[in-house]
């Protein structure tokens, strides 16, 4: 066993056999069906055998197809989890900003990594 602490719900939904099975399994564990669909997780039996949610979010984070092994994220999550911004980098200051630094971020961590001040820095330098 692992020192890890996940939040997240598990769901198999191969052994789901009707609609009304998926809502008495998500009262049983008091989620309520405005907050997790009974009716999608059910539809998403013809292409996955299990499901992953958030459960503080209660969005979907992960899956595994149907007859697989793979845990797959959803593509949402990916790119959030690229986005991010390594905590070991500190932004630079405004006044050391270059654009040489900022076309290096976005090379290696995408456009979507850039603080709010190195995207003004990027669209006023565009600017000249």
Known sequence: MSNFSFNFIRIDIKNIKTLEDCKRILADNDIKTKDIDPEKIFNAKSKHD?????SVTLLL???IKKNGKDISLV?????????LQPINEKTKDTSELTLDFILDKINSFGFKSLTEKEKLYLDSSSKK
């Open 50 to 54: 299990v499901l992953f949610f958030d």
């Open 61 to 63: 984070v992960a899956y």
């Open 75 to 83: 593509y949402d999550l990916i790119d959030e989890m690229t986005a």
